[in-house]
């Protein structure tokens, strides 16, 4: 029974632990150090939802990005949907409660220092069907498809899990 005594409060300290931000935020983009991610620190740098194909596009925006060495780098890339599920389940454990909008991840993200997160879909790079691409909504964390022809936000990463 005394090792028990023991073990609670370093369960405690360890959850603890594991709600700090694994996040450094620099001027222009936002590294996960426990992933080797960079986002770019504005989840809204194209300032409106892109289509992912025909004209003014996703991979339009981010060849641009590249071409300008954004932040100092030409490797952006869309996040795969993965690496939003990462995202918002980290946003989720700092408290998320569906009918408290403070408690959204997009919210939380906010929080913790990105800029420009909306409380909408943003694009992945993992596909669902030949038309479709699944989407990440910041406001519920829910991933879902949505077709390639509506517009959503586009928010690039670079780094690890290509």
């Known amino acids: 029974m005394k090792k028990l005594g023991l073990l609670v409060p370093l369960l405690g300290l360890l959850a603890a632990c594991a709600t700090k931000p694994n996040f450094a935020i620099m001027e222009k983009v936002v590294v996960d150090q426990n992933t080797g991610i960079t986002w770019a620190k504005n989840a809204n740098m194209p300032g409106k939802p892109l289509i992912w194909r025909g004209d003014d596009n996703v991979n339009a925006y981010i060849t641009r990005l590249n071409e300008t ?26 408290g998320y409660e569906k009918d408290n909008m403070e408690t959204w991840p997009y919210q939380k993200l906010l929080q913790l220092g990105f800029a420009g997160v909306r409380d909408y879909d943003y694009w992945t790079s993992t596909r669902y069907s030949p038309e479709e691409m699944f989407t990440a909504d910041l406001a519920n964390g829910r991933l879902r498809p949505k077709t390639e022809n509506k517009p ?10 290509k």
């Open 69 to 94: 060495n954004f932040a100092g780098y030409a490797d952006w890339r869309v996040p795969t949907r993965a690496e939003f599920e990462q995202l918002i389940d980290y946003a989720k454990g700092m």
């Open 152 to 161: 959503y936000l586009l928010w690039p990463v670079r780094g690890a899990g």
